[in-house]
């Protein structure tokens, strides 16, 4: 298996809703990463997390809580979004082997959300 | 500091016709850098990587690019471009921490 499943592929929120998605890999990747991605831009690194633990919150506000409860396993938990927050959420992995080259990342074919 | 900087913001080619996507990089020691493709609406697919092996790497789909250090670039090539090689590319460097710096993106048009 060499992809990352993203889940749902469409969300509609309110700015009350609580909603989650979720990502996961069978890779045996270590590394597991979320992106935010506006129209026409780059994605924007969110959160980093190395075996399981939360290693790079790039600033991102609270609204956004992410989750790993295991190695396979990425969730992102939203909660009273503003519209714009709306765009497409996306999930990578990548082996994270100390000290040797990086290999790059598996992205999923992300999330697009969008907040009402 | 690493840093990419893609010299075009759009490319239009006709079908058939070769392709060339500019990269230029800036990094302070031996840099991983990278292409991904990225169709409408979808997720990022890894084109090829660079990661100090030969300086001229293949990827999928009949694309390749030339480390070049003395010009600090990263070129994307094709020989012949396809309609459905109508999408986004990115070319990305990568830190020594692993994070993924990300140009701007090249929007690749391809006429029939």
């Known amino acids: 298996d060499t992809e990352v499943t993203q889940t749902p592929k469409h969300l509609v929120m309110g700015m009350t809703n609580k909603k989650s998605l979720k990502c996961e890999q069978h890779m045996g990747h270590r590394a597991m990463y979320w992106y935010k991605q506006k129209a026409k831009k780059p994605p924007e690194l969110m959160f980093v997390?190395?075996?399981?633990?939360?290693?790079i919150n790039e600033s991102v506000p609270s609204r956004f809580s992410p989750e790993c409860p295991n190695s396979s396993l990425l969730n992102l938990h939203l909660h009273a979004l503003q519209p714009e927050d709306s765009a497409l959420y996306l999930c990578a992995s990548s082996q994270q082997i100390p000290g040797l080259q990086h290999y790059g990342y598996t992205f999923g074919s992300g999330t697009r959300l969008t907040v009402v | 500091a690493q840093s990419v900087t893609q010299l075009d913001s759009h490319v239009s080619v006709s079908e058939g016709t070769p392709v060339l996507l500019r990269c230029n990089y800036s990094s302070s020691y031996s840099p991983s850098l990278f292409w991904y493709v990225q169709h409408p609406n979808k997720g990022l697919q890894l084109l090829l990587k660079?990661?100090?092996?030969?300086?001229l790497v293949k990827g999928i789909n009949g694309f390749e690019a030339e480390f070049k250090k003395s010009e600090t670039s990263f070129h994307l090539t094709k020989p012949s471009a396809h309609m459905s090689d109508a999408a986004e590319y990115f070319c990305?460097?990568?830190?020594?921490?692993?994070?993924?710096?990300f140009g701007q993106g090249t929007e690749l048009s391809v006429k029939p």
């Open positions: 997390y190395s075996y399981e633990k939360l290693s």
């Open positions: 990305v460097v990568s830190d020594q921490g692993g994070k993924l710096i």
């Open positions: 660079y990661t100090s092996a030969a300086t």
